[in-house]
C-alpha cells in the first residue's frame, strides 16, 4: 500500500478554513483516499473519500489533483470541536493502514 | 448509521490474568472485522484481521497466542488478551463494514482501554 506523509500538526483559530495535505507518491490505479477523525480516547471517525477532483459533503471537502499524488482536506469555518487528529489514508482492501496523522489543534 | 459497539470501554487487571473484548456490530452483519491496538500520541497499529467461521489473519510480530481472536458469529468478535502484563495496557479499537468489500465506510467501535497492573 502506498505510504503516506501528513504534516504531524496545525494549529488553527476558530472560524478559519483549515487545508491538511497528504501526500502519496505511490498510490496505485485502484487505490482510493479516505480521511479519518479521531477525538482522544475514541475510535476513529469517516470523514471523506475521494478517487480523483473534488468531494464534498457536509463536513468537508477533498481536493485531488490528476496525479493523484496528493490530496488536500478543506475543513470550512473550523470549531473548538474539530480539535483531533486526522489521518490520510490510502485505501485498497478493508484493511487499513494508519499513518502518524496530524494533530489540528483549533483555538479560540 | 451503521454502528460498532465494544464492551468493556475500560479495564483494568491484575497482571496474568486473560481479558476478554467484544465488538459487536449492531446493526448489520460482517464476515471481517479488524482489530488495531493504539499507545498513547500514537496512530492506529492493525493486529489483525478477524474472519467469520475461521481463523484470524494476524500482522507480522502480532502474538496468536497472546491476542486470541475468536469471530463466532456474523455479529461478534472477540479479543482475549492471555496472560496479560503492563506492556500490553493500550487502547483496543475494532472496525467493520456492512455490506460488501471495499464499498461504502468503515465503522470503528469506540475502543476498548486496558490497564495492566
Known amino acids: 500500500l502506498a505510504k503516506t506523509t501528513q504534516p504531524i500538526s496545525m494549529d488553527s483559530y476558530e472560524g478559519q478554513e483549515v487545508n491538511i495535505t497528504c501526500s502519496h507518491n505511490?498510490?496505485?490505479?485502484?487505490?482510493?483516499i479516505t480521511w479519518y477523525q479521531q477525538f482522544p480516547s475514541q475510535g476513529p471517525r469517516f470523514i471523506i473519500q475521494?478517487?480523483?477532483t473534488k468531494v464534498t459533503n457536509e463536513v468537508a471537502s477533498l481536493f485531488i489533483p490528476a496525479d493523484r499524488k496528493s490530496s488536500t482536506l478543506s475543513l470550512p469555518r473550523v470549531s473548538l470541536s474539530d480539535t483531533a487528529v486526522y489521518y490520510c489514508?490510502?485505501?485498497?482492501?478493508?484493511?487499513?493502514?494508519f499513518g502518524t496523522g496530524t494533530r489540528l489543534q483549533v483555538f479560540p | 448509521g451503521a454502528v460498532v459497539s465494544q464492551h468493556p470501554s475500560r479495564v483494568i487487571c491484575k497482571s496474568g490474568t486473560s481479558v476478554k473484548i467484544e465488538c459487536r456490530s449492531l446493526?448489520?452483519?460482517?464476515?471481517?472485522m479488524f482489530w488495531y491496538r493504539q499507545f498513547p500520541k500514537q496512530s492506529l497499529m492493525l493486529m489483525a484481521t478477524?474472519?467469520?467461521?475461521?481463523?484470524?489473519?494476524?500482522e507480522q510480530g502480532v502474538e496468536k497466542d497472546k491476542f486470541l481472536i475468536n469471530h463466532a458469529s456474523l455479529t461478534l468478535s472477540t479479543l482475549t488478551v492471555t496472560s496479560a502484563h503492563p506492556e500490553d495496557s493500550s487502547f483496543y479499537i475494532c472496525?467493520?463494514?456492512?455490506?460488501?468489500?471495499?464499498?461504502?465506510?468503515?465503522?470503528f467501535g469506540e475502543g476498548s482501554r486496558l490497564t495492566v497492573l
Open positions: 489514508l490510502v485505501v485498497r482492501t478493508d484493511k487499513l493502514i
Open positions: 478477524s474472519n467469520e467461521g475461521s481463523k484470524a489473519t494476524y
Open positions: 475521494g478517487y480523483k
Open positions: 472496525s467493520a463494514r456492512p455490506g460488501p468489500p471495499n464499498t461504502g465506510e468503515l465503522f
Open positions: 505511490n498510490i496505485a490505479t485502484n487505490d482510493y
Open positions: 446493526d448489520f452483519q460482517a464476515t471481517t
